[in-house]
């Protein structure tokens, strides 16, 4: 099953994960290098989330991202 999140959807997560390991947006922010204004903004609209600061707010909130290819998985190789 395939799942998409939308820009309201991550910022959700990203918001609930902060709030379950009992951070301010001024605790989490400091942690990675973000202003608590900044790291607000990320949570209500992370469109301009870049890689780096989803993967540290990924490890600091010990979220786990997976990606895949939307084409599938290779086909399996005949021996």
Do not use: C
């Not at 949570?43 to 990924?58: F, I």
Request: aromatic share 4%; net charge positive; glycine share 6%.
């Amino acid at each position: 099953m395939e799942q998409f999140l939308s820009n309201a959807t991550l910022g959700h997560l990203l918001a609930s994960a902060r709030r379950a390991k009992r951070l301010t947006q001024a605790e989490a922010g400091a942690r990675i290098g973000l202003s608590q204004s900044r790291l607000s903004v990320l949570e209500t609209d992370p469109s301009s989330l870049t890689v780096e600061q989803l993967l540290a707010l990924t490890g600091l909130y010990e979220l786990r991202i997976k990606v895949l290819d939307r084409a599938g998985p290779p086909a399996a190789a005949e021996w």
